[in-house]
């Protein structure tokens, strides 16, 4: 990786002293051109038996020196074009990119939210799941995972996840896929590092290409990803997300989602800019941040990504008593965690696994 990087960098120091040298040649060449052009103009009409009277060297040298401004502007409009056909470039590349189309799912029995039946997806080649890399090939279930409670219900034992990963093939497929998710349920999902916990939302997002089977959801969807997205605004803004503010609903979220000590610790509170991509917050912060935000939308289905790995174990209990289990009482919960304790409180609880 070093040595590759250390490539580039020469390539590029490379391409850069060229373009300097043949900036400064200009710089130096164009202030004299006005006078050389003079000097071969009155050459030219002298010698071609012509009498150069004052005026028309006057007339002559004024013409150049009005030319000498356009002149010494001509290399920096050649390299503003060229910057800008770079850039053109780039965006173009972005521009034509395949259009993600919003999943055409068929909407869930009203008991449902979430109905899989044999369902397959996969990432196209050029896409990168964004926590698995190639691997040897694995097969993974979906079972279920006794819980505590006396109320507690399970996925059933014909539920289960398959997952596949071919190292000659750069495609990571999820399939087989058969759930039922009822509404209003907590469900917890955990496994190992890489066995496609991610992926599966990503399924649920529409984000991987659904392949075959039947798929079915009913209600509207909050997200919140393991790396958290933060924009360049204050908390409040990337809390509120355009949503309006209801300062009673606001406070109840932000205090579930411990996020009160941080606020006071600054000193215009909520109201402090952050930086781009949260540079003057930490991780642990940051992912409240999202979390808060999702919450605050209030959606009908909430898939959360790993959302208490960043968190202090004393934050995150308070989160997932506080926000999980009572702010979000009543609403379908997909929540993907390490910490087997969670899904131990889960209403239900599934584990995909390698075998």
Same mark, same amino acid.
């Given at each position: !990786?070093?040595d590759?990087v ?5 390539m ?5 002293? #060229? ?17 050389? @052009? @003079?000097?071969a103009?009155?050459?030219?009409y002298?010698m #071609? ?14 013409v150049?020196?009005t030319?000498r401004?356009?002149?010494?502007v ?9 910057e800008?056909?770079?850039?053109c ?6 521009? %034509? ?8 799912w ?11 039946n044999?369902a397959?997806?996969? /990432?196209?080649s050029?896409?990168?799941n964004?926590?698995?890399?190639? #691997?040897m090939?694995?097969?993974?279930s !979906?079972?279920?995972?006794e819980? %505590?409670?006396?109320? +507690?219900?399970y ?15 750069p495609t ?8 039922t998710?009822? #509404? ?7 496994g ?8 599966? !939302?990503? @399924?649920?997002?529409?984000r ?6 039947k798929?079915a959801? +009913?209600?509207?969807? @909050? ?5 958290? /997205? ?7 803004e990337?809390i ?10 606001y406070?109840?979220?932000?205090? *579930?989602c411990?996020?009160?000590?941080d606020?006071?610790s600054?000193v215009?509170? +909520? ?12 991780g642990?912060?940051k992912?409240r941040v ?14 959360l990504? +790993?959302?208490l790995s *960043?968190?202090?174990t004393?934050?995150?209990s ?14 379908t919960?997909? %929540?993907?965690?390490?910490q ?10 599934g584990?995909a696994?390698d075998?």
């Amino acid at each position: !990786m070093k040595d590759n990087v250390l490539i580039k960098k020469d390539m590029e120091r490379a391409v850069l002293e #060229k373009a300097a040298y043949v900036h400064s040649i200009s710089n130096t060449i164009i202030p004299t051109v006005p006078v050389l @052009a @003079a000097v071969a103009t009155f050459l030219g009409y002298v010698m #071609k038996g012509n009498n150069l009277t004052p005026d028309e060297a006057f007339t002559i040298i004024t013409v150049l020196s009005t030319m000498r401004t356009s002149l010494g502007v001509l290399p920096f409009a050649v390299k503003a074009m060229t910057e800008l056909l770079v850039s053109c470039e780039r965006y173009k590349s972005i521009l %034509l990119m395949m259009e993600m189309q919003a999943p055409k799912w068929s909407v869930a029995d009203e008991k449902f939210a979430i109905v899989m039946n044999t369902a397959t997806f996969s /990432w196209e080649s050029h896409q990168v799941n964004p926590t698995y890399k190639n #691997k040897m090939v694995k097969q993974g279930s !979906m079972h279920t995972e006794e819980c %505590l409670t006396n109320e +507690d219900e399970y996925l059933s034992d014909d539920e289960h996840v398959n997952l596949t990963s071919i190292t000659d093939h750069p495609t990571f497929s999820i399939e087989d896929i058969t759930l039922t998710i009822e #509404k209003g349920k907590l469900v917890g999902i955990c496994g190992t590092v890489g066995c496609g916990k991610t992926s599966l !939302m990503s @399924a649920f997002l529409g984000r991987m290409i659904h392949r075959s089977g039947k798929v079915a959801m +009913d209600g509207s969807v @909050a997200y919140v990803a393991q790396q958290a /997205w933060i924009m360049n605004a204050s908390i409040r803004e990337n809390i509120l997300f355009g949503e309006e503010y209801d300062p009673e609903r606001y406070n109840g979220i932000v205090e *579930a989602c411990c996020l009160e000590e941080d606020f006071e610790s600054f000193v215009e509170g +909520d109201l402090i800019e952050i930086g781009e991509r949260g540079i003057n917050l930490s991780g642990g912060q940051k992912q409240r941040v999202s979390l808060a935000r999702a919450v605050y939308s209030d959606r009908d289905i909430y898939l959360l990504d +790993d959302p208490l790995s *960043a968190v202090d174990t004393h934050i995150g209990s308070h989160i997932f008593s506080k926000c999980i289990k009572k702010v979000l009482k009543g609403k379908t919960v997909l %929540l993907v965690t390490h910490q087997l304790q969670k899904n131990q409180s889960s209403v239900s609880a599934g584990l995909a696994s390698d075998t």
